[in-house]
Each structure stands twice: as structure tokens, then as C-alpha cells.
């Protein structure tokens, strides 16, 4: 399909132009910076992009494209990074900044410009660099500059070479998506309108093609990149698709019959579901370092799965809910990211058990994802749940983990889902749930001392998870949250709400 491909040098922005893009419905891939000029016209782009990044053009390592891909004639905008290296690339100079500019500046354009059509001659847009263009190669002309950098738009239209020093993907950036729009309709001529719904019959002949006759399985939690992923490679190849649904034990009240009522009734999957709570509970029991129950359930996790997957005769793949997020960050320009917590999948089994992945999500955002799922008359209560770890309560009861403090975690965990949902917050909220801390305070219920737990209620807002805020729930809902926990569950006697923001902290508190 028509796409236009970014390249990545190792800006933090980079996935935000690729998620700016297919929000105005434009197909595009993120490739690393040294891709190679056969790789990229392979993909027959109708344009290309070159993100931003960290380096300056004339540090002795700094990440540069293959030469000759200026010269393809395609168009091309280039961003903060991608600016400066066009203007080295074609014969400009490039200096450091006079003055450095983080945050927000005033742009005013000059001239017109295809980029900048419908926009007004002066508006705020995001800035983060240290360099600057000093002189402009030539044929290319100044669109646009700043009070601290002249130099902050050019372009030669002849050539259809366009840069930017700014980040117009950035959502502080006003206009941005109409520069976007504009590289891509205007001077590209993408016209194709993309929605994952759009490629859902070619992903489904993909599958077809790719599993043919043979049976495929897939780990299905419950969660929305499995769901979605398995009713893909059901609607592909039916009854084929054997899928497996491990119990750990650890899952929310309710999650088990949610998966055999929506998956079992109502679509008619071949569903077996495996109770292994007894086995991860056994394991984990004297266990209080977060990293180490993260690795004993993953470990646990394909121990279990890899056993019922063998009972199943004649399986060659392995259905698998991979995102375009995780595509990209194994091949990502910066390398391994800082481990800050090991994840629970299921990744090392399609080479353990010799088996070949599918991986029909694997060029989609979460948000295309849900949309495809509705396509596929997922339920919304399934597409629209919030985030929940693989780990699942291990890591929201801090401590040890037995299935008494499990217990209390689940039934306050349930009633605060219950009052969001009335109140009408759970969709104004990224992630919702409670912890169960490994103390306990003096209360006084009943006319008698207790000396019980104490439960914390975590609500963030976000757009990808990468940042949050937390929310800011009406005193009203909190006080309603807190009194039913207390009331309703016995082993907590005082509730507290956290409002540390993502960073410094982390969303989950393990």
C-alpha cells in the first residue's frame, strides 16, 4: 500500500510522527537510519521523513543515512536532526546554536509555501536543539525563523526537499499536524485514506496464506492485543486456531468468566482454559523482590503453556499479539532500552517449541488496534479495558503473595472499578487499580482497635503509558471509593490515594 517511511535517528519524538501521520489516516513505517537505499525503495514509499535525534551532524559518531538517499527524488522532510543533516548533505553549513532553544518559540513563516499552507503567518511551535543551520545550500530557500534562530524552515520545492527545525509531531506544536497533512497530501500526493479496517482482508489472506491447512494456538489472556489478534487468526482460519487461556491465579475478579462468556459463548473459540493458580501460588510463596516474581511467572507461565501446547497435535504456529511499538524498539537506533522491569510474555517459545510466529498486529498502534477489534465486533468492555501487567496482582501486592492478600487486593480492586465505572471516569482514565502495601496501621472500627492493611488506589491519565499524570477523581468518587473498601473488605482499614506522576515514579509500584 502507498506509505511513507521515517527514518529513525534516535530522536525520543520519533513514534509521535508516525502516530501524528496515521491519525490523518497515512500509512507509514519507522526504519533505522542506516537502512539501505534498496531496502527503502523496496517499499516503493511515496515519501520519507528524517526524525530528529540527540547527536549534532559533526560528532564523530553521529548516525548518518545511506548518501544517496537525498538523490532518489522523493520528497523529503527533514526535522530538527533532519535538518541539519540535509543542510550538511547539499552543501550548507551547520553551527551550534547561538542560543540553545528547549520549549516553546514563536515561528513567523516568510514567503509561501506548500508546507505552511492554511497556516498563519505566526504561531508557537516545540523546539529542542542545540545546532542550527548556519548558511542554506543551494536552491533551497528560508521559510520560516524564530527571535533566536533565523533559520528555522527551508526548503528547495523544485526538489521537493523540505526541513524543519522544529517538531511538528509534538502535540505542543500548533499547526503540526497541518504541516504533516501538507508533506504528505501536498507535496508527496498521498491520497490513499488509511484505517486498519482497510487492510483487514489482506491480514486475513496473510494468514490463510501463511498457516494454510496446519493448526495454530495462541496464549489468549484476555487483554485487547490478544483478543484482537486471535479473532484475526480465527476469522483466517477457524477451528484451526486452538487457543490456550493459563489461570494463574493472579488475574481480577471477574476475568475468568469474562474470557469463557465472550470468547467461549459467544464467539465459539476452541478455548481450553488451564487452572495453574496452585502452581504459581506454590512458587511464589516467600517471594517479596518484584524482579524475581516477574521472572518465576514468566518462567511458570511457558512451563504451563508450553505443556498444553504439545498436547495439541499438529501445531506449527503460534499466534502472537505483538504491537508496531515493540517492532520498533528491536530495532531501535539506541539499542536494548535501560531494563527498569523484566515483562512476562511469551516470546521464547516459538524457538523453544520450533514453532513460527503470527503476527498479524505487528504494524499497528493500541489505538488502531481497538478500532480493527470493533471491526470484528469485539466487545467494548474488552477493547477499551484498561492496561493490566502480565504479572497481574503479583506485582500490586507488595510483599509476598498469598493468595489471603490476593484475595483482599481483588475485592478492593473491584469495587474501585465499580465506582469509576458509575461515576462515569473509567474511560477518562489510562490506568486504574489498587495496591496492597506490606504494612499495616491502627484504626478503630466498630468501637475496637483494628490493626489491618492498607490499600492504595492509583488512577493516571496518559496518552501511550510513557508519561502520565494522575487523575484528578472528584472528591465525592474517592470518599465513595475508600468508604466501600473499608466497609466491604475485611483486612483494610485505611485507604490512600497516589498522586506521583510518571516520572519519577512509574505507573505500576512494582
Not at 16 to 41: G, K, M, N, Q, T
Not at 266 to 295: C, M
Not at 487 to 496: D, K, P
Amino acid at each position: 500500500m502507498d506509505q511513507i517511511l521515517i527514518l529513525d535517528f534516535g530522536s525520543q519524538y520519533t513514534q509521535l510522527i508516525a502516530r501524528r501521520l496515521r491519525s490523518l489516516r497515512v500509512y507509514c513505517e519507522i526504519l533505522p537510519f542506516h537502512a539501505s537505499v534498496e531496502d527503502i525503495l523496496s517499499r516503493n514509499p511515496r515519501g520519507l521523513i528524517l526524525s530528529g535525534g540527540p547527536s549534532s551532524v559533526y560528532d564523530r559518531k553521529a548516525p548518518m543515512p545511506d548518501p544517496a538517499v537525498l538523490s532518489l527524488g522523493l520528497p523529503v522532510l527533514g526535522i530538527c536532526y533532519g535538518m541539519q543533516l540535509m543542510t550538511l548533505a547539499m552543501g550548507g553549513r551547520v553551527r551550534r546554536a547561538l542560543r540553545r532553544e528547549y520549549g516553546l518559540s514563536m515561528l513567523r513563516t516568510r514567503g509561501e509555501s506548500v508546507l505552511f499552507s492554511g497556516a498563519p503567518r505566526g504561531f508557537r511551535v516545540w523546539m529542542s536543539h542545540g545546532d542550527e543551520a548556519e548558511t542554506v545550500p543551494d536552491g533551497f530557500r528560508v521559510t520560516a525563523g524564530t527571535p533566536d534562530v533565523p533559520v528555522a524552515a527551508i526548503e528547495s520545492a523544485e526538489r521537493r526537499l523540505y526541513a524543519v527545525q522544529f517538531h511538528p509531531e509534538v502535540y505542543h506544536t500548533e499547526h503540526g499536524e497541518r504541516i504533516l497533512r501538507n508533506f504528505a497530501r501536498g507535496v508527496c500526493g498521498y491520497r490513499e485514506r488509511w484505517t486498519p479496517a482497510s487492510f483487514l482482508d489482506a491480514t486475513i489472506s496473510a494468514i490463510k496464506e501463511q498457516v494454510g491447512d496446519s493448526r495454530a494456538i495462541c496464549a489468549l489472556s484476555g487483554g485487547v492485543d490478544s483478543s484482537v489478534a486471535a479473532a484475526l487468526a480465527y476469522r483466517a482460519i477457524g477451528r484451526n486456531l486452538r487457543c490456550i487461556f493459563v489461570d494463574t491465579g493472579l488475574l481480577r475478579h471477574g476475568d475468568r468468566d469474562r474470557m469463557e462468556k465472550v470468547f467461549r459463548d459467544r464467539f465459539r473459540f476452541d478455548l481450553r482454559i488451564v487452572d495453574a493458580s496452585a502452581t504459581f501460588l506454590g512458587r511464589l510463596k516467600g517471594v517479596t523482590s518484584p524482579e524475581k516474581k516477574r521472572k518465576i511467572i514468566g518462567h511458570t507461565f511457558i512451563e504451563v503453556f508450553e505443556r498444553e501446547a504439545r498436547r495439541i497435535k499438529g501445531a506449527r504456529f503460534l499466534v502472537q499479539g505483538t504491537l508496531y511499538p515493540d517492532v520498533i524498539e528491536s530495532v531501535s537506533v539506541k539499542g536494548p532500552s535501560a531494563v527498569i522491569k523484566s515483562h512476562h510474555n511469551v516470546g521464547g517459545l516459538p524457538k523453544k517449541m520450533g514453532m513460527e510466529l503470527v503476527e498479524p498486529l505487528r504494524f499497528l498502534f493500541k489505538d488502531e488496534v481497538r478500532e480493527l477489534g470493533r471491526t470484528l465486533k469485539i466487545p467494548e468492555h474488552i477493547l477499551m479495558q484498561h492496561p493490566f501487567p502480565g504479572p497481574g496482582l503479583a506485582i500490586r501486592v507488595l510483599g509476598e503473595v498469598t493468595r489471603e492478600r490476593l484475595g483482599i487486593l481483588g475485592k478492593a480492586d473491584l469495587i474501585m472499578r465499580e465506582e469509576i465505572q458509575a461515576a462515569g471516569w473509567y474511560d477518562r482514565i489510562w490506568q486504574a487499580f489498587c495496591v496492597l502495601l506490606p504494612t499495616r496501621t491502627v484504626g478503630v472500627m466498630g468501637d475496637e482497635r483494628s490493626y489491618e492493611n492498607v490499600a492504595a488506589v492509583r488512577c493516571v491519565s496518559s496518552v501511550d503509558g510513557m508519561t502520565a499524570d494522575w487523575s484528578r477523581l472528584p472528591d465525592g468518587l474517592l470518599q465513595r471509593i475508600s468508604a466501600r473498601i473499608v466497609s466491604e473488605v475485611r483486612g483494610v482499614n485505611r485507604v490512600v490515594y497516589d498522586i506521583t506522576s510518571k516520572p519519577p515514579a512509574t505507573i505500576e509500584w512494582e
